[in-house]
C-alpha cells in the first residue's frame, strides 16, 4: 500500500480553483513516472480533445475513500495499484469503465476488469551498484544471503505485492506454489535479514540508496533500474524470478468528469501512448500492439519481453487479503 498525502499547494489549488468545463484532473505517483504519462497521455489527449488535463497526485486511496462517502470526487482519473484497483471496485469505490468507448480487445487481458484496465506493467527485480560492491547478487536466495552479500539491502516498504513473495521464492518455494501465501514462512524469512534492511517508499528513494550505496543492492521496480542506469551509475538488473504486477487506471465512484475520463483512459491505454510511456520509462506496456511500436532495442528491455522465470503476481488473492496482510506487515515492521 503506497501512502501519500497530496502537497498542501495543489490540494489548496484544487480545491479553492474552480475546474473550467473543459478541465478534468488525473491523478498519480509523482516523479519521472508522472511525468511520462503527462507527456505521453495528457498533453496529446489536450491536443486532440480540447479538454485540459490538470495534474494532482500522489495518490492517496484515503483520500479516495473520503472524496467517494463525502460525494465530492475533484479527480476524474486514477493511477492505483492493481490490487487496490480490484478491491475498490468489489467494495463500490469506482465507476465502471465504459468499453464501448475503451477499447479492451487489444489490451492485456490479466490487467482487465469491469472497473479497471492497466496502466503499465512493472517488474521488481534485483538491482545492484556494481561499483559499490565486489558481487552483485543475481536471486532472491541471494539478497537474503547476509554471509555471502553483507551490508544492507533495500526492499518495497507498503505491504503489496513484491516483497513476501520475493521472501518465500528465497526460501526454495517454487512459483506454482506461492499462493495462498504463507505468511508465517515469509515474514520468518525477512527476520533474518530484517536488521539489514533500508526501506524505500517511492521509486526515486530506491534509486538514491542505491546510487549513495547506502543499500547497493535490493529489490526495485525495473524502471528505476533503466533511469540509474541512464544516470550513469554502473546498475546491474538481475531479471531472475522478476516478480510482476501492474499499475491499474480508475475513476472514482461520482467522477464529475466520467465522460472525459472514459475518453482519456482510451487514449492512454492505445497502442501508440503505450509505446510512448514505455519508451520513456520501461516499463512494459499493457497494449498488446504497442511492441511493433517500439525499436527492437527498446522491446527487449521490458518486463513482458523477461518471461523465462518470471512470476505473476496475483492481484485476486492480494485484493482479498490485502487488509489482513498490511495489518501484519506494518506490526511486523513496528517490531
Known amino acids: 500500500m503506497r501512502i501519500a498525502i497530496a502537497s498542501a499547494a495543489t490540494a489548496a489549488l484544487l480545491f479553492t480553483t474552480p475546474l473550467m468545463a473543459a478541465d478534468m484532473v488525473f491523478t498519480s505517483w509523482g516523479g519521472t513516472t508522472q511525468d511520462a504519462q503527462k507527456a505521453a497521455w495528457a498533453d496529446k489527449f489536450t491536443a486532440e480533445s480540447g479538454i485540459n ?189 522478476n516478480i510482476t504486477a501492474a499499475d491499474s487506471l480508475v475513476v472514482p465512484k461520482g467522477a464529475a468528469n466520467k465522460e472525459a475520463a472514459m475518453k482519456f483512459i482510451a487514449l492512454a491505454t492505445s497502442a501508440q501512448a503505450q509505446a510512448d510511456m514505455a519508451k520513456a520509462t520501461g516499463y512494459a506496456p499493457v497494449n498488446t500492439e504497442s511492441a511493433k511500436l517500439m525499436d527492437a532495442e527498446t522491446v527487449k528491455t521490458l518486463p513482458d519481453q523477461q518471461t523465462a522465470s518470471q512470476v505473476n503476481a496475483d492481484m485476486t488473492y492480494w485484493a482479498d487479503n490485502r487488509d489482513a496482510i498490511g495489518e501484519r506487515w506494518y506490526a511486523w515492521q513496528a517490531q
Open 53 to 241: 488535463v490538470l495534474q494532482d497526485g500522489p495518490t492517496d486511496y484515503g483520500k479516495i475513500k473520503a472524496m467517494v462517502e463525502a460525494k465530492g470526487v475533484t479527480w476524474d482519473v486514477v493511477d492505483v495499484e492493481g490490487d487496490y484497483a480490484a478491491q475498490a471496485g468489489k467494495a463500490g469505490m469506482l465507476e465502471k469503465l465504459d468499453f464501448s468507448v475503451i477499447d479492451k480487445t487489444k489490451l492485456d487481458p490479466r490487467f482487465v476488469t469491469d472497473y479497471s484496465v492497466g496502466s503499465f506493467y512493472y517488474s521488481f527485480v534485483i538491482g545492484c551498484n556494481a561499483d559499490a560492491v565486489a558481487t552483485c547478487p543475481k536471486s532472491w536466495a541471494d539478497l537474503f544471503d547476509t554471509t555471502t552479500f553483507p551490508g544492507k539491502r533495500t526492499f518495497y516498504k507498503w505491504s503489496a505485492p513484491g516483497v513476501i513473495e520475493a521472501a518465500l521464492l528465497a526460501d526454495g518455494v517454487a512459483p506454482d506454489k506461492l499462493y495462498p501465501l504463507d505468511l508465517d514462512r515469509a515474514f520468518k524469512k525477512l527476520d533474518t535479514i530484517k536488521a539489514d534492511i533500508v526501506w524505500w517508499s517511492g521509486g526515486a528513494q530506491s534509486q538514491q540508496l542505491l546510487a549513495s550505496a547506502e543499500a547497493p543492492f535490493g529489490s526495485v521496480w525495473n524502471g528505476r533500474m533503466t533511469a540509474l542506469k541512464e544516470s550513469g551509475v554502473n546498475a546491474q538488473t538481475s531479471w531472475e524470478q
